[in-house]
């Protein structure tokens, strides 16, 4: 069983930055690789980025491709999403989640932590 929970949303003007970040419980954390989704009102939840258990492999949505990095720190049980040069349409509740292999389905999730993007 994993735990997770989200933190660093929150409100930002267009072109900002913020960064997000998801702790997990449980001494298993780098034992899943992560993954960053998103929805946004109207909209089906989309991956927007995910990172391998050790951080060797990500991926990347096109639609956030060079704006935004997945790291993690197995040391901490932390996976975070820094999110750059940030635009309306970035506005969502944010959840990440956690895979027992990079690019399977997921089996834990977060809460969400809502970034909103005002232009």
């Known amino acids: 069983q994993v735990q997770l929970v989200e933190s660093g949303g929150g409100l930002v003007q267009a072109g900002g930055s913020l960064r997000l970040s998801c702790a997990a419980s449980?001494?298993?954390?780098?034992?899943?690789?992560m993954g960053w989704f998103r929805q946004a009102p109207g909209k089906e939840r989309e991956l927007v980025a995910a990172?391998?258990?050790?951080?060797?492999?990500?991926y990347y949505a096109d639609s956030v491709k060079g704006r935004f990095t997945i790291s993690r720190d197995n040391t901490k049980n932390t996976v975070y999403l820094q999110m750059s040069s940030l635009k309306p349409e970035d506005t969502a509740v944010y959840c990440c989640?956690?895979?027992?292999?990079?690019?399977?389905?997921?089996?834990?999730w977060g809460q969400g932590t809502q970034v909103t993007v005002s232009s």
């Open positions: 990172i391998s258990r050790g951080g060797r492999n990500t």
């Open positions: 449980g001494r298993t954390f780098s034992t899943y690789a």
């Open positions: 989640a956690a895979a027992k292999v990079f690019g399977s389905d997921y089996e834990y």
